[in-house]
């Protein structure tokens, strides 16, 4: 896929230098002077995808745009990869920032610096109309020995895991519309994603044959465990990050960050006020 039209323009330097300063770094003003802030997707609908018409969309673009332009950074130019791609396309400078509601936690925060969450999600399920097997948690799947497939490094896994699925029977896939076909299939008993992407994608395929089950928290570690979403950076580069959250915050005061998000499928009790360094410990 690649970036068309009104999606930004490829700048004469393929790479941006990102050596740290030990001051905060100054990626912000060399992507002001650049005028274009290449972002990391990974294809996931509603957060980052490219559309049918070639067009870069979804929640986590639709929030780039207004920021970065705050900033004085005019374009966005999407970089898709795949999910587990994202962190070392980031830290090997093949893009600025990820743009993709990466969840929040721990072994990422070793690695990323987060802008705070523009969202909490609970977990759901696709399975076949009716829900044969009567799976709504985890456990459920555990214990009745289903058939369980997720994305390629979801948070999902952990959970899965934590609720005793086997790590090695859980079927990764690209996408959640790779999930609802072997749903669909029957060669799947369960897709297990965050509860926006598995009700978008079974109302969008208009499948006769799946349905999403009810919005459920998982459980990691004996806790509740809501996933948090957001904006990723390079360690080097806490300026940026920190003029990033500065916009954000001031979207989350007036509400426009939700207006931004609702038409992607997003509900008021998803937004969140929690923080990423709430969510790194």
């Known amino acids: 896929m690649t970036a068309l039209g009104t999606l930004g323009t490829t700048t004469a330097c393929s790479r941006v230098s990102s050596a740290s300063t030990g001051d905060g770094g100054d990626l912000l003003e060399r992507l002001r002077a650049q005028g274009t802030v290449k972002l990391g997707i990974a294809g996931e609908q509603p957060y980052s995808y490219i559309d049918t ?5 979804g929640s986590s673009p639709a929030i780039a745009r207004v920021i970065f332009k ?18 070392p396309g980031l830290n090997s400078q093949q893009f600025d920032v990820v743009a993709a509601g990466m969840y929040i936690n721990s072994d990422r925060c070793k690695q990323v610096l987060f802008a705070d969450p523009e969202y909490e999600m609970k977990d ?4 076949r109309k009716g829900n044969p097997k009567g799976l709504h948690t985890y456990k459920d799947v555990a214990e009745k020995g289903a058939k369980l497939a997720t994305g390629v490094g979801y948070a999902e896994i952990d959970y899965a895991v934590d609720a005793g699925v086997k790590k090695s029977e859980i079927k990764l896939l690209p ?3 790779a999930g609802l076909l072997e749903v669909q299939g029957g060669r799947a008993d369960v897709f297990a994603g965050t509860a926006i992407t ?6 969008q395929s208009k499948s006769g044959k799946t349905e999403y089950t009810k919005n459920f ?21 806490s ?3 920190d003029a990033f959250n500065e916009e954000l915050h001031k979207m989350k005061k007036s509400g426009e960050l939700f207006r ?19 969510r790194c410990k």
């Open 260 to 278: 931004i998000m609702r038409p992607f499928g997003f509900v008021e009790d998803e937004m969140t006020t929690k923080t990423a360094k709430e």
């Open 70 to 87: 705050r900033l004085g950074i005019e374009n966005v130019q999407p970089l898709p990869t795949e999910f587990n791609s994202l962190i």
């Open 53 to 57: 018409n070639g067009e870069l969309t």
């Open 217 to 237: 928290t998982p459980i990691l570690e004996g806790k509740p465990d809501l996933g948090t979403g957001a904006f990723a950076f390079r360690m080097s580069e």
């Open 198 to 203: 598995v009700r978008n994608v079974v109302k």
């Open 239 to 241: 300026n940026l990050r």
């Open 175 to 177: 996408d959640q519309l």
């Open 124 to 127: 759901a399920f696709i399975v």
